[in-house]
C-alpha cells in the first residue's frame, strides 16, 4: 500500500526502524543478549486480562477487569541517525501471548533463544513465528556445562525447515550476540530476495 | 474484587497510572504502533502551565520525533497508559503520531545496510 506523494517524502526523510524479536524459554538468555549488544532500556506494559467470552469493552469497567503489568526487555541498537533497530524480548509466559501479535506486527524477524537442557521450552516460539510466516533464526545459547550439540541435531529435534538458520551462541559476548543478528537480518533479506524472484 | 487479585508476583502498582487516564484502559482513535513516532514539533503553543505534568514532559521529550516504546521507557509509564495519554493528546494537537515506515522495512538496500553496520559492532 502505497501512500500519496508527499506522505512518501516524509517516509524517506524519518528514520527507519528495524524490529527485532528475542523470544524463548524462561531463562533461555533473552535479556542476557539484548544486554551484550545494545543499550537496554526498561519498559513496562500491562494488559487488562478480559475473559474471552467479554466482546464489549466497556469505558468504565476497570474493577472489573485484572491488569496485569510485565516487564518487558528492551534495546535500541542506534546504527545511523536515520537507522535504528529495536530490540524486544517477548514476554515468555503463556498468559502474555496476547502481547505477541502486536510485537510481531511489522517485526523483521525473530530470534528464537534455546538451551539445549531445555530444549521444549522454545517449541511454541518456533510455532507462533512458523505460523505467522515471520523470520526466524534459532540461536542456541552455549550456557556453561551445557553438552554441546550439533545445529542439525537441534534442527532435527525442532522440526525445523531446511532454510531456518540454526546458530551456536555465547549470548553474554557481546561479537556473538551480533553474529546472531546479522544472521538473522541475512535470511530476512534472502527470503525478501526470493519472494521478488517468485513474483516475477 | 480481592484487592490481591489486582497484582502478582510480576505485576507492579498498576492503579495509579490508570488515574492519568481517568480510569480508562484503552486508547480512543487509531491504535498507537510501538514504534510510531510522537511529535511535539507542531503542536499548538498551549500554555503549559495548563497542562497536566506529564503532558508536558512528552511535549517536551518530544521536540525531536520520537518512537512510542522510547517514550514509555524514559517517562517510566506502561505502555497502554502512555497510548491512552498520546491519544488524548493527539485528539487535543498537542502532538503528532506518525506510523512507522514499513514500507521500506522490506528494501534488501537499508537491510544491508542494517547487516552491514551491525557486523560493526
Redesign the interface.
Known amino acids: 500500500m502505497l501512500s500519496a506523494g508527499s506522505e512518501q517524502d516524509l517516509d524517506t526523510a524519518s528514520p527507519v526502524s528495524i524490529k527485532i524479536l528475542i523470544a524463548g524459554g524462561f531463562g533461555a538468555g533473552k535479556t542476557t543478549l539484548v544486554s551484550s549488544v545494545s543499550e537496554i532500556k526498561p519498559l513496562r506494559t500491562e494488559e487488562v486480562l478480559s475473559e474471552p467470552s467479554v466482546l464489549v469493552d466497556a469505558l468504565d469497567g476497570v474493577e472489573q477487569k485484572t491488569t496485569t503489568t510485565v516487564a518487558m526487555d528492551f534495546g535500541r541498537i542506534t546504527v545511523r541517525d536515520d537507522l535504528v533497530v529495536y530490540l524486544f524480548g517477548t514476554p515468555g509466559q503463556h498468559r502474555f501471548w496476547f502481547m505477541w501479535d502486536e510485537l510481531a506486527l511489522g517485526a523483521l524477524g525473530a530470534v528464537v533463544m534455546a538451551d539445549t537442557r531445555r530444549l521444549a521450552d522454545c517449541f511454541p516460539s518456533v510455532d507462533y513465528f512458523e505460523r505467522r510466516g515471520l523470520p526466524f533464526v534459532v540461536a542456541v545459547n552455549c550456557f556453561d556445562g551445557a553438552r554441546r550439540f550439533d545445529p542439525e541435531v537441534v534442527r532435527t529435534a525442532l522440526d525445523l525447515n531446511q532454510g531456518v538458520p540454526v546458530v551456536m551462541c555465547d549470548a553474554r559476548q557481546r561479537s556473538s550476540s551480533r553474529d546472531v543478528l546479522v544472521t538473522l537480518v541475512e535470511y530476512a533479506i534472502r527470503l525478501i530476495s526470493d519472494s521478488e524472484v517468485m513474483s516475477h | ?1 480481592r484487592g490481591d ?2 497484582l ?1 508476583r ?3 502498582p ?1 492503579v495509579r ?2 488515574l492519568l487516564t481517568g ?4 486508547p480512543t482513535g487509531d491504535s498507537v ?3 510510531a ?1 510522537v511529535s511535539s514539533a507542531d503542536a499548538n503553543s498551549a500554555s503549559e502551565v495548563l497542562l497536566e505534568p506529564e503532558y508536558v514532559e512528552v511535549i517536551r521529550q518530544c521536540r525531536q ?1 520520537k ?1 512510542v ?2 517514550l ?3 517517562l ?6 502512555v497510548r491512552i495519554l498520546l491519544s488524548d493528546m493527539r485528539e487535543q494537537g498537542l502532538i503528532t503520531i ?1 506510523p ?7 528494501d ?1 538496500q ?6 552491514d ?3 560493526r ?1
Not at chain 2, 480510569?23 to 484503552?26: F, V
Not at chain 2, 517510566?76 to 497508559?81: K, N, Q, S
Not at chain 2, 512507522?100 to 522490506?106: G, K, M, S
Not at chain 2, 537499508?110 to 547487516?115: E, G, H, I, N
Open positions: 474484587m487479585q489486582w502478582d510480576d505485576a507492579g498498576v497510572p490508570y480510569g480508562r484502559t484503552r504502533d510501538l514504534l513516532l520525533p518512537p516504546a522510547d514509555a521507557s524514559d517510566d509509564l506502561p505502555l497502554g497508559v506518525r512507522p515506515a514499513r514500507n521500506r522495512l522490506t534488501p537499508v537491510l544491508k545496510d542494517v547487516a553496520a551491525l557486523r559492532l
